[in-house]
């Protein structure tokens, strides 16, 4: 293959090992000049790590080609030294600094690698505005990046990696990596990242488009490549491909010819009933559930879905919405994680080590920290029987090591968390709320983590478990909601449930518009 | 971003050396403070190591004792209380101000003393919480207002003439030749020790300080949690002046920057024995009486008063880099 300009990037046979399980097998990608390639797959089919090595940070294995421009690049890089290659990274959380402005934003890397006496401040200020404006981008360079509205966090970041293409001396026109910038911006701002991304290509530059979602994907690529299990599982041509190929290629078999259709409601006594809950991105959901219910919630990145947990516990605070436990109602703006404890809710947090846990204190203060002042005598705490019920609260759960006084650092990221089970389903919840309720949990330990959850469902809790992992869902729900934009846009129920049918209705559903024209399009 | 979880490798603890390295950090300052006993005593026998002196290090030093013990309950909440001193000298000075100029009773002033400690606890724990600003700042900037509100209602000078009654219960009235202030002391230790050790409140004021996020999805109302402390090292703050008006008879308006560091010092210190990783009330006690020992020892060899300054600046870092290594190097969450 003789082509007049040679590519801006070409991997092949991009081999990672990571003890013996292939994170990435013998993948190639190609990304021609003044091109947008996208780089779609679920998680866990290889697309971070393949950004990850070109960022250097993962050395791949041996036999792995790059080269740039025509030119081999020996691997493994260093970490840094994509720079040398003219290309530069855009990660989801941006890298910018909110407290700083958005000029000082723009000349950190400058700042952090060079020494530099004197900056000319006025200069540097006029020099911003003329690349803002040559990007055609409203940014004021004085103005704090905590002030700036989402988008303009997103449009500077890409702006400061497009000046920083163009300042390292390799050849080519450069490559801008644009790693899932667009999940957190409300849909009508993406079409501005868009802008900006097209300007930035028509100087020949090009760019890498890291997604989750297909029709951003269809948009702004002009290819794409779909990684599945570390493998490049199809190469697509935005332009003819349909978003059946895509969803297709990701999920990785043939899809079910119709829609499933919407569930029917209230099968079950309604044991709890949400209505109208606003919050955050969360927009007028409603939901019944009955006893012994387990309700998953997911979506993509970005649709809101994980947040819903927190607003329920008073966590996050509510703007609207009712919650009815039984004959017991309570206004959703006015719960706090007291009240919420007193209705039988629990939430078990998804960041442990922030939120779940206080690995410095025992075991024992960690569990009994919800029934201090109903279990034990408050005003005189009988703390060998603390560690007694720690103890065979943890036989119960199955706590290793069992030994309630050591601290929770000490315990494995699947043992804190069945602590943190063993803390709130001792008191008999009537509604748990999980947000990823196996993140850092090994194999072994998801076993257990589920049969408790299983158990507890099972004496009359209703369960709401938020979760991106499409397997745990299909493990453990008798019913998944899918959201989008805040909404939720489909449910699956009973034998409809499984792994590939959840990452399908995920990508189908993220739409740029209602989903209501979304669905039109699959059937 | 977050603190790794640490998941160690071996996780059964052993038994033998480990124990043996337990108790060492539990007594190992207790020792230490025994051991300077015995070397002040040997180089002085005649003067150092006489009943008279050592009732008199137990006696002078409540003050700052109960100062420490104040501190420990916002530090055990995370948070810091840089008033606590100077709240000593307003309260010292309330009590002789209405007592000695006004003819006030002793009791009524000391009343008022005790009162304004609440209320300026209640202060700085509501513009901490209610504005969300570091207690840091907030007591740095409380504290200093609080001094010069002392000067101005002092006039800067020293008021003595402080009613004997109180004299006489503090300093005067002795138990086995030991002033009674050193047993209210123990008293109050004793008492922190029940509340931060044996009351689910005890044990809420530790998760607010260790985990707040935990603590506050645990349903603990983390706002009121942290004023209490608040008020109640300031309470402390104000019974400590009290103590010290009673032990000078006198109240001075710039006593209180002279307790600051000393407090902290031991608060720290105290922190790495008894309980390691945790304040504690006899973990402090027992600093305070060291550093007091150390200091008094030295100037007994004849070191003039500028070694108390050192030696309390230099406890005060080697405290806080021992309490770091017993907390196993985490970052300190200031």
């Given at each position: 293959m003789d082509a007049p300009a040679p590519l801006a990037l070409r991997l092949s046979n991009l081999s990672k090992t990571f003890g013996g399980q292939?994170?990435?097998?013998q993948v190639a990608l190609d990304v021609a000049q003044g091109e947008v390639h996208g780089l779609l797959g679920q998680n866990g089919s290889g697309k971070s790590t393949l950004i990850k090595v070109l960022a250097g940070f993962h050395p791949p294995d041996a036999g792995s080609l790059l080269q740039v421009c025509g030119v081999d690049v020996p691997l493994p890089?260093?970490?840094?030294?994509f720079r040398l290659h003219r290309m530069s990274f855009v990660h989801?959380?941006?890298?910018?600094?909110?407290?700083?402005t958005a000029l000082e934003n723009l000349l950190i890397n400058r700042l952090a690698r060079r020494h530099a006496w004197a900056i000319n401040w006025r200069a540097e200020h006029r020099k911003a505005i003329r690349q803002f404006e040559s990007y055609g981008v409203p940014i004021d360079?004085?103005?704090?990046v905590s002030d700036l509205p989402p988008v303009e966090r997103a449009l500077l970041a890409i702006v400061r990696a497009a000046g920083e293409l163009s300042a390292g001396?390799?050849?080519?026109?450069g490559l801008l990596i644009l790693?899932?910038?667009?999940?957190?911006?409300p849909k009508r701002d993406v079409e501005q990242l868009f802008r900006l991304v097209r300007s930035i290509v028509a100087t020949g530059a090009s760019a890498i488009f890291v997604s989750h979602d297909v029709d951003e994907v269809m948009e702004i690529t002009d290819r794409a490549t779909i990684l599945r299990d570390g493998r490049v599982a199809a190469k697509l041509d935005s332009k003819t491909a349909t978003k059946r190929d895509f969803v297709q290629a990701i999920v990785g078999r043939q899809l079910l010819a119709t829609t499933p259709p919407r569930l029917a409601e209230a099968?079950?006594?309604?044991h709890i009933v949400i209505q109208g809950l606003c919050g955050g991105s969360i927009v007028d959901l409603s939901l019944a559930a009955g006893r012994s219910e387990v309700i998953g919630l997911t979506g993509l990145?970005?649709?809101?879905?994980?947040?819903v947990c927190y607003l329920l516990y008073g966590a996050k605070r509510a703007t609207q919405g009712q919650l009815a436990i039984g004959k017991r109602h309570v206004a959703l703006p006015a719960i706090s994680p007291k009240l919420a404890i007193e209705q039988g809710i629990v939430l078990i947090p998804g960041?442990?080590?922030?939120?779940?846990?206080?690995?410095?204190?025992?075991v024992s203060d960690n569990v009994t920290m919800p029934v201090l002042g109903s279990r034990f005598r408050p005003w005189m705490l009988d703390r060998r029987a603390m560690v007694r019920r720690a103890g065979s609260l943890g036989e119960t759960f199955e706590?290793?090591?069992?030994?309630?006084?050591?601290?929770?650092?000490?315990?494995s990221g699947g043992n804190q968390q069945k602590v943190v089970l063993a803390k709130w389903f001792q008191q008999k919840p009537v509604m748990i709320l999980l947000d990823e309720?196996?993140?850092?949990?090994d194999i072994g330990a998801r076993q257990n983590v589920f049969s408790h959850i299983a158990k507890a469902a099972l004496e009359g809790a209703t369960v709401l478990c938020a979760s991106s992992d499409y397997e745990q869902l299909a493990a453990i729900c008798s019913r998944v909601l899918i959201f989008s934009g805040g909404r939720v846009v489909a449910s699956l129920a009973g034998a409809e449930i499984s792994k590939d049918a959840i990452a399908e209705r995920c990508l189908f559903s993220?739409?740029?518009?209602?989903a209501e024209g979304n669905m039109a399009d699959v059937a | 971003m977050l603190p790794d979880?640490?998941?160690?490798?071996?996780?059964?603890?052993?038994r033998g050396p480990s124990l043996l390295i337990k108790r060492t950090e539990q007594f190992g300052l207790i020792v230490v403070w025994l051991l300077l006993v015995a070397v002040f005593g040997a180089l002085r026998p005649d003067t150092f190591l006489t009943w008279a002196n050592l009732s008199t290090i137990l006696g002078s030093q409540a003050v700052l004792v109960v100062v420490t013990l104040g501190l420990i309950i916002p530090l055990t909440a995370n948070d810091f209380d840089l008033s606590i001193a100077f709240v000593m000298t307003l309260s010292s000075m309330t009590v002789a101000v209405l007592n000695?100029?006004?003819?006030?009773?002793i009791g009524w002033a000391i009343a008022a003393a005790l009162v304004l400690g609440l209320v300026i606890g209640l202060i700085n724990g509501l513009l901490i919480t209610t504005f969300r600003i570091h207690s840091l700042i907030v007591t740095l900037g409380t504290g200093t207002f609080i001094h010069g509100f002392t000067l101005w209602m002092s006039d800067s000078m020293t008021i003595s003439g402080v009613s004997p009654i109180l004299m006489n219960g503090v300093i005067v009235d002795r138990l086995f030749g030991i002033p009674l202030e050193f047993y209210y002391t123990i008293g109050l230790a004793a008492l922190i020790f029940y509340l931060l050790d044996y009351t689910a409140l005890g044990r809420r004021i530790l998760f607010v300080g260790r985990g707040r996020e935990v603590a506050r999805l645990s349903g603990i109302n983390t706002n009121r949690i942290r004023i209490s402390c608040l008020v109640v090292s300031s309470f402390f703050g104000a019974l400590a002046g009290v103590l010290y008006a009673g032990t000078q008879g006198a109240a001075d308006p710039v006593s209180g920057v002279s307790y600051q560091l000393p407090a902290f010092a031991a608060a720290f210190l105290g922190s790495t024995?008894?309980?390691?990783g945790r304040f504690n009330p006899w973990g402090s006690t027992v600093a305070v009486y060291f550093l007091v020992t150390g200091i008094t020892g030295l100037v007994f060899l004849?070191?003039?008063?500028?070694i108390q300054e050192m030696f309390y600046g230099g406890a005060l870092v080697v405290a806080v880099t021992l309490s770091q290594l017993v907390r196993g190097r985490q970052e300190q969450q200031f």
């Open positions: 292939k994170a990435l097998d890089l260093a970490a840094g030294a989801q959380h941006l890298g910018l600094i909110p407290g700083l360079p004085g103005a704090l001396d390799g050849a080519g026109n790693d899932e910038p667009t999940p957190f911006l099968q079950a006594p309604s990145i970005g649709s809101g879905y994980d947040e960041d442990r080590a922030t939120a779940g846990v206080i690995d410095v204190l025992p706590v290793r090591p069992a030994n309630p006084t050591l601290p929770m650092s000490a315990l309720p196996t993140q850092g949990v993220a739409a740029p518009v209602t | 979880i640490a998941v160690t490798a071996s996780t059964g603890p052993a000695v100029n006004y003819g006030v009773g024995s008894i309980v390691p004849g070191f003039s008063s500028f």
